[in-house]
């Protein structure tokens, strides 16, 4: 199926749901990944039960029928001697090792990645930080996956995704180049409700009328404290960050300002790297890290309030 362009991961027994972001926060639980066909027949066969054979199994217009009927000859689990490429991760690898140095990104939305990152670590962070919700074309991503291991220093755009090789790291942000050319309108925010915003942040007010839409093209109209809070980021980063705006024309305001917005992308890589292995860990700390005091997690760091109050007051 990956031969004929698909991007289906590896199936585990124990994974994230592949829908996003309605998904997000429930985990799927596979029992009988380890059953054969035979097996599970024998075995209804001895309780007196019946079954329904799917007649698309059989059809060859499905992928999956052309896969089973060329790989089921090699012995039912179809794995003998083929070769795995894209995907998630199995829980022998740990691929977040190659995902910084510290237990967790900083939960900014973006994350530097090791060269000697495996291919399925490198689709599970492009797809993470660009928001989507399909890994990248096989092809597609050997290509960039050669390219990071040769050690070129380049730039290179895949899956909403940017990412940027030099020397031995490389940074993946969301790329603020799409939200450009490809515009959506303001995504208007109910009070009270957490709303998913491009897929990577999770946004929450309080008052109506607010709306968030990307910093790129609106961060000159930002205010001296917020534009001083995108400075400590990465160039390329900045534009992906949500601001707000409201409906009666005040100048937009980045998220965290006037409700809650955080980041989505760190705690779905760390479910895509197996990193969590248990429902308890979701929206929590990961095994072990402490938790922190974000750049958009609605409460000041010390800078930041250090910064406002020498501004002065503001106008709301």
């Not at 220093?153 to 450009?180: H, P």
């Not at 009666?248 to 989505?264: E, H």
């Amino acid at each position: 199926m990956r031969a004929e362009g698909s991007t289906l991961g590896r199936l585990r027994d124990w994974a994230p749901s592949p829908a996003w972001p309605e998904g997000r926060g429930l985990m799927l639980l596979r029992p009988m990944l380890g059953a054969g066909r035979a097996e599970v027949r024998d075995w209804l066969a001895g309780q007196g039960a019946d079954w329904i054979d799917d007649p698309a199994n059989e059809d060859p217009k499905h992928a999956r029928s052309r896969a089973r009927a060329a790989l089921l000859p090699l012995g039912g689990g179809g794995s003998h001697g083929q070769p795995t490429t894209g995907g998630a991760l199995s829980r022998l690898d740990d691929g977040f090792a190659a995902v910084r140095s510290g237990p967790l990104p900083s939960g900014e939305g973006f994350v530097h990645l090791d060269r000697r990152a495996d291919a399925r670590t490198l689709a599970a962070a492009l797809v993470c930080v660009g928001g989507g919700d399909r890994l990248p074309r096989g092809d597609r991503l050997d290509a960039l996956h050669a390219r990071l291991a040769g050690g070129e220093d380049f730039t290179a755009t895949l899956c909403g995704a940017r990412i940027q090789a030099a020397g031995d790291q490389s940074l993946v942000t969301r790329e603020a180049g799409e939200l450009i050319r490809r515009p959506r309108p303001p995504l208007p925010l109910p009070p009270g409700v957490g709303t998913v915003w491009d897929g990577r942040w999770a946004l929450t007010v309080e008052a109506p009328g607010w709306s968030a839409v990307p910093a790129a093209g609106r961060m000159a109209a930002l205010s001296g404290a917020d534009r001083a809070v995108l400075r400590g980021l990465p160039p390329p980063a900045r534009g992906t960050l949500p601001v707000l705006i409201r409906n009666d024309g005040t100048a937009p305001v980045l998220a965290g300002r006037v409700g809650m917005a955080r980041s989505l992308v760190e705690e779905r890589l760390a479910l895509a790297l197996d990193r969590m292995t248990h429902e308890r860990d979701l929206g929590g700390a990961i095994h072990g890290a402490s938790s922190r005091n974000h750049l958009f997690s609605g409460a000041e760091t010390t800078e930041q309030r250090a910064l406002r109050r020498s501004e002065g007051p503001r106008r709301e």
